[in-house]
């Protein structure tokens, strides 16, 4: 068990629908990743969050967003669903320029 | 751009014996990071072993082992004593000292022969 935390486990939607991905961090880590992964484009990095603020952004589309609140929570909303969003969805934390220790991931399915 | 090459997308290894995965990545920078994590069945992304470029000694947890040419922009792992519970993908990351997304290689699909 790394300690982090994410849920839900598993999110079956259809297309166009809006969800909403929830993950909490290693008890004193302060960054939070979030990472896509799919068959046809392997891992990807998405977003980081430092402490609350926006950090670094990867290969994240205009349709997904993420915050991190002051509880260090963080949350990856997804909007207009597409067949290809389908994917696992990790979030990560670290201490600043740490190992990062992953959740189990929520496994999206748009129908 | 920096980038992670797993040339071996599956290896398959007999129980109890020793196996080397590779892991080739291209960079510019002088600080920097690199990681093997394993995936198994149950999807879990779990650290293996973690090597900082600025040391010269391979990193070692257990029957784990790196081996790091910086100059050749090699990482290989190897395994030793091959178990049935290391059946899983293994990836290959990257990241800066400054950066700290991970960049990753494609996975390689280790089997473990009984």
């Known amino acids: 068990d790394s300690g982090v935390t994410q849920t839900p486990k598993h999110l079956i939607t259809a297309t166009g629908q809006r969800v909403t991905l929830r993950c909490s961090p290693r008890s004193g880590d302060l960054s939070v990743y979030w990472y896509q992964q799919s068959l046809d484009q392997g891992l990807q990095f998405l977003i980081q969050y430092y402490n609350g603020e926006e950090r670094a952004k990867g290969n994240i589309l205009e349709r997904f967003s993420a915050q991190q609140f002051p509880d260090l929570h963080s949350e990856l909303n997804l909007s207009s669903l597409e067949l290809g969003d389908s994917a696992l969805y990790f979030c990560?934390?670290?201490?600043?320029?740490?190992?990062?220790?992953f959740g189990p991931g929520t496994r999206l399915t748009v129908l | 751009a920096q980038t992670v090459t797993q040339s071996q997308p599956e290896m398959s290894v007999q129980e109890a014996e020793t196996v080397t995965l590779s892991c080739t990545y291209d960079?510019?920078?002088?600080?920097?990071?690199l990681f093997w994590y394993k995936q198994p069945p149950s999807r879990q992304m779990i650290l293996v072993i973690r090597q900082e470029a600025y040391k010269q000694q391979n990193a070692t947890e257990n029957r784990f082992s790196v081996n790091f040419q910086k100059a050749a922009k090699s990482f290989s792992l190897k395994i030793s004593d091959s178990q049935l519970g290391d059946a899983a993908m293994y990836f290959c990351a990257y990241r800066t000292g400054s950066n700290y997304q991970l960049i990753w290689g494609a996975g390689t699909k280790l089997i473990i022969k009984p």
């Open positions: 990560a934390s670290s201490t600043p320029a740490d190992t990062q220790y």
């Open positions: 960079t510019s920078e002088s600080d920097y990071y």
